[in-house]
């Protein structure tokens, strides 16, 4: 039989079969997808509902409080913005110049695989071990009093540092090498050719990687423990060495009331205010990393 | 005929001989290393003024190192070592007191890939100028229209100066990039087969281009498409295996080879 029949073949061959294994397979990954989406989607609802009625501009601007009512976020949230911007002020020049040396600088030697291996490997460890570092180095070596802003920042600069090295590193290295050699063969120097073509194509890249560390490090309580922060203070933090809490800290303070307006109202709030900040500070940085391919795609 | 052509060819050449051409680059026993493994052997040859040098020869013979020693770009790579002088203007350009900084400055570079800067047409051109110091904005208007006019781009794109560069054709790019090159005013151009990524139309640009700037310029040129090199090229140098196999006149080279390897080579017979 020369022509096959291709409508009535369905009998013998396996088709159908592998068609509906397909659909099972298919299934699976819907479910796998919705599992993360729905879970966080049920927590925000859930969080979000306890927080309502309790989440108002008093609460932004009052200071903690015994009394539900009365207790809002202001020395926390002032003391998380203080922290972070301080260790954005720290971590950025310190990366993006460790980022610099690796990528543009240093030679290809044993010390530099040597450093970037140790920076990988310090990006995982666990945030707890940074606070005794923190209190370790800062407190007891340097004799600086605990619980303070700068410690808090240094500490957490530490936390933040090899995750901004290592997203530096990654958007330097995406620059392509034409672009260089294109300048050096003009006749610039090293220098200019940093920082007329690298540094500008990779700066977006540089503040994605950053801010989500930022971000991450906003929500860090371990370190801070370790280091010695309040859990609660009545007063915002006024310099570099006065005490301070932050979001996280106050939070788990609030939760550990036994009273109800706190457990399902005033910590809820607390936990809105400061996913808003987190989730604002990650659509930052999708803003700029979209930015970065709009132009890589030009290309 | 091939006897008479050969004859023409050598008048010829007595009277480029004659005018007695001035030598911009002479290539002194020139070795070149990538770590342990040499690249060049032995390397003699000049380049001459205001004539455009076509570099030849199968791939991996050495043809753009040798363009990059111009140039001193091999040097940004780890581990390479040079024995042997390229004197450019009677100076060992790889001297201890010669910066190669200072050095690109005069010999400038057109690469293979088109690569402008992600910036305007206009701040492509006055990128190197900028860098050299010069700021003030008319100056720099002046330049670039003078570099983009040398490089037959002005027409097509004065009234978009302020584009992104990255909106050109892919033929218009690589003549802003010769703009961008010529607009430090070099007195030497490298070009590594800088049509090779280009269609045909614009490939005939570059090349028209090419002829157009040794009124200015010297130009050296590599490529692996001998008909480009013979169109272009007033002397050529064939490359083989990191020896230079053979290096004269493009009529002479073509026409009358010296070496057997070479006949082979532009008959097509290999590479």
């Given at each position: 039989m020369a022509v096959k029949d291709i409508a009535s073949g369905a009998a013998e061959d396996n088709i159908?079969?592998?068609?509906?294994?397909?659909?099972?397979?298919?299934?699976?990954?819907?479910?796998a997808a919705l599992f993360g989406i729905v879970s966080l989607g049920a927590l925000l609802i859930y969080v979000i509902y306890e927080a309502a009625g309790w989440l108002d501009l008093e609460f932004i601007t009052n200071t903690p409080s015994r009394f539900a009512e009365k207790a809002g976020v202001r020395p926390p949230l002032l003391g998380s913005a203080f922290v972070i911007g301080l260790v954005a002020l720290f971590s950025l020049p310190l990366g993006v110049g460790s980022a610099i040396y690796l990528e543009e600088y240093s030679k290809q030697s044993f010390f530099r695989r040597f450093i970037e291996i140790n920076i990988a490997n310090l990006a995982g460890v666990p945030s707890i071990v940074y606070g005794l570092l923190g209190l370790g180095l800062f407190v007891s070596t340097f004799g600086m009093p605990h619980g303070i802003v700068l410690v808090g920042a240094f500490t957490l600069t530490l936390r933040v540092?090899?995750?901004v090295i290592v997203s530096s590193q990654e958007a330097i290295k995406a620059v392509p090498d034409l672009q260089r050699h294109a300048s050096l063969g003009l006749g610039t120097t090293r220098w200019q050719m940093i920082r007329t073509v690298v540094l500008p194509e990779a700066v977006p890249g540089i503040l994605t990687g950053?801010?989500?560390?930022?971000a991450n490090a906003m929500g860090e309580t371990a370190p801070l423990i370790m280091i010695g922060a309040a859990t609660t203070m009545f007063t915002s933090p006024h310099g570099l060495f006065s005490s301070f809490s932050a979001m996280p800290l106050q939070i788990y303070a609030w939760s550990d009331f036994p009273q109800s307006e706190f457990?399902?109202?005033v910590t809820p709030a607390a936990i809105v205010v400061l996913l808003i900040i987190i989730l604002s500070m990650n659509g930052i940085a999708v803003y700029f990393r979209n930015k970065f391919y709009q132009k890589k795609r030009q290309k | 005929m091939i006897e008479l052509d050969g004859t023409i060819m050598k008048h010829n050449e007595r009277t480029e001989t004659e005018q007695k051409l001035d030598t911009v680059i002479n290539v002194n026993e020139l070795s070149f290393y990538y770590g342990q493994t040499q690249a060049l052997f032995n390397i003699d040859m000049r380049i001459y003024k205001n004539r455009v040098t076509s570099i030849i020869g199968p791939s991996g013979c050495g043809k753009s190192t040798m363009l990059r020693c111009f140039n001193r770009m091999n040097d940004l790579i780890e581990g390479t070592q040079v024995e042997g002088r390229i004197l450019l203007n009677d100076k060992n350009i790889y001297d201890k007191d010669i910066d190669p900084v200072r050095l690109r400055r005069h010999i400038g570079m057109v690469f293979q890939q088109p690569n402008p800067f992600p910036k305007s047409i206009f701040d492509n051109v006055a990128y190197g100028p900028r860098m050299f110091g010069t700021h003030n904005r008319?100056?720099?208007?002046?330049?670039?229209?003078?570099?983009?006019?040398?490089?037959?781009?002005?027409?097509?794109?004065?009234d978009r100066l302020h584009k992104s560069a990255l909106s050109l054709s892919g033929g218009q790019q690589q003549r802003l990039c010769i703009a961008r090159a010529i607009a430090v005013e070099p007195e030497v151009i490298l070009m590594d087969e800088p049509a090779s990524a280009l269609d045909p139309i614009a490939t005939t640009f570059i090349e028209d281009l090419i002829d157009e700037l040794k009124k200015?310029?010297?130009?050296?040129?590599?490529?692996?498409?001998?008909?480009?090199?013979g169109r272009v090229g007033d002397y050529t140098a064939f490359f083989l295996n990191g020896y230079l196999e053979e290096f004269d006149t493009t009529e002479k080279l073509f026409l009358n080879p010296a070496s057997k390897k070479t006949a082979d080579y532009i008959s097509g017979r290999f590479g």
């Open positions: 159908r079969k592998e068609r509906i294994k397909g659909i099972v397979f298919q299934v699976f990954c819907v479910i540092l090899p995750i950053t801010i989500i560390a930022l457990q399902h109202g | 008319e100056k720099l208007q002046e330049i670039t229209e003078t570099s983009l006019k040398k490089a037959a781009l002005w027409d097509e794109v004065k200015n310029y010297t130009v050296v040129i590599v490529t692996h498409n001998m008909q480009q090199a």
